[in-house]
């Protein structure tokens, strides 16, 4: 399961009191203070680790509370500072504080990290006060308090490529072909409820070439008024954000006898009204399951004609079959790593 979203609320360690003593020592008939200071509290720090790609452990715990430090002790005895408390978020999360909206921090790379909450410092013994004139202090200083903080956590899917279209315009199907992802396929919109990520790797000479791979986000299909709520995709299209290059599907053919052209500007349409930066982001353009127009000649025509009216190129594919997919995954490559 995909959670994208979630809000916590962090706090940091207190630092420890100072401590009041005096040195009574055996051979020392004059012992003078001894009291040591508190130890530190710990800090909050978010960091992006690899290999995690959802806030699920936010799910089911809001509250995360760093050590406090150790309050000082007799004969100088420094308090044990808190071990930093470190959050493990995936990469591509956005850190917002909850109380103002304001964005914290955009861990958008693996080993990013950010101080949230500082622990506070801990407070001084009476050895600290010790002055030639004040050689008996009986004072010592509090730790500092606890910083709080409550933070939204947003998720954005790292990706090379992300996958859109309208529902069942072989999304899903694409991607299960080129990766080991498995999402949900079937015949009817909107099968795919949550993004999915997978990773295709290129051949080379018939062989898998792991040097060339890249990730794909695929997200639920968008429909016309998708930007004022309609269907799931608008929900998701944060998660194609963050991507180098889109890869646009089209049905050549869609079952619901609509015009595949009309499909591909309503999409661009809703994409402009969700965001111009993600409108502008450079396009491929795939036409899907050309298998199902058996006659040679009627695909070739069908195909021409899209091409013709769109005014640029387009990759004929067939995810069933395997047909024009590798042409397909070698021009994103060559899109994404020009010479």
């Given at each position: 399961?995909?959670?994208?979203?979630?809000?916590?609320?962090?706090?940091?360690?207190?630092?420890?009191?100072?401590?009041?003593?005096?040195?009574?020592?055996?051979?020392?008939?004059?012992?003078?203070?001894?009291?040591?200071?508190?130890?530190?509290?710990?800090?909050?720090?978010?960091?992006?680790?690899?290999?995690?790609?959802?806030?699920?452990?936010?799910?089911?715990?809001?509250?995360?509370?760093?050590?406090?430090?150790?309050?000082?002790?007799?004969?100088?005895?420094?308090?044990?500072?808190?071990?930093?408390?470190?959050?493990?978020?995936?990469?591509?999360?956005?850190?917002?504080?909850?109380?103002?909206?304001?964005?914290?921090?955009?861990?958008?790379?693996?080993?990013?990290e950010i101080l949230v909450a500082k622990g506070g410092r801990g407070g001084f013994g009476n050895e600290h006060y010790a002055t030639s004139t004040n050689q008996a202090p009986r004072v010592s200083t509090p730790g500092e308090p606890s910083v709080e903080r409550r933070l939204r956590l947003e998720l954005k899917l790292m990706a090379d490529l992300g996958l859109l279209g309208k529902p069942n315009a072989g999304k899903s199907?694409?991607?299960?072909?080129?990766?080991?992802?498995?999402?949900?396929?079937?015949?009817?919109?909107?099968?795919?409820?949550?993004?999915?990520?997978?990773?295709?790797?290129?051949?080379?000479?018939?062989?898998?070439?792991a040097s060339r791979r890249l990730v794909m986000a695929d997200i639920p299909g968008l429909i016309e008024g998708a930007h004022t709520g309609a269907g799931l995709g608008i929900q998701f299209l944060r998660h194609i954000e963050r991507t180098r290059l889109l890869v646009h599907l089209i049905e050549v053919q869609p079952a619901d006898g609509s015009d595949p052209l009309e499909n591909f500007r309503v999409i661009n349409a809703e994409l402009a009204a969700y965001s111009v930066e993600l409108a502008a982001k450079p396009q491929i353009i795939a036409l899907t399951k050309i298998d199902l127009i058996?006659?040679?000649?009627?695909?070739?025509?069908?195909?021409?004609?899209?091409?013709?009216?769109?005014?640029?190129?387009?990759?004929?594919?067939?995810?069933?079959?395997?047909a024009g997919v590798r042409e397909l995954l070698e021009a994103c490559w060559r899109a994404l790593h020009p010479a």
């Open positions: 399961m995909l959670i994208d979203s979630a809000t916590i609320l962090v706090k940091s360690g207190r630092g420890g009191d100072g401590h009041v003593s005096f040195a009574r020592y055996k051979y020392i008939p004059k012992g003078g203070p001894s009291g040591g200071d508190g130890g530190d509290g710990a800090d909050v720090i978010l960091r992006a680790v690899p290999n995690l790609d959802t806030l699920l452990d936010f799910a089911g715990k809001h509250h995360w509370d760093a050590p406090h430090g150790d309050p000082g002790g007799k004969k100088q005895k420094h308090g044990g500072n808190g071990e930093h408390l470190i959050i493990q978020v995936p990469p591509g999360t956005l850190v917002y504080d909850d109380t103002n909206g304001e964005l914290i921090a955009d861990l958008d790379a693996p080993g990013k199907t694409l991607l299960s072909r080129v990766s080991r992802a498995r999402p949900k396929i079937a015949d009817y919109p909107f099968t795919t409820l949550e993004p999915n990520l997978g990773i295709a790797e290129l051949t080379s000479s018939s062989v898998r070439d058996p006659d040679e000649d009627e695909r070739r025509e069908a195909i021409e004609h899209i091409t013709r009216e769109l005014g640029r190129p387009v990759f004929p594919i067939s995810s069933a079959t395997g």
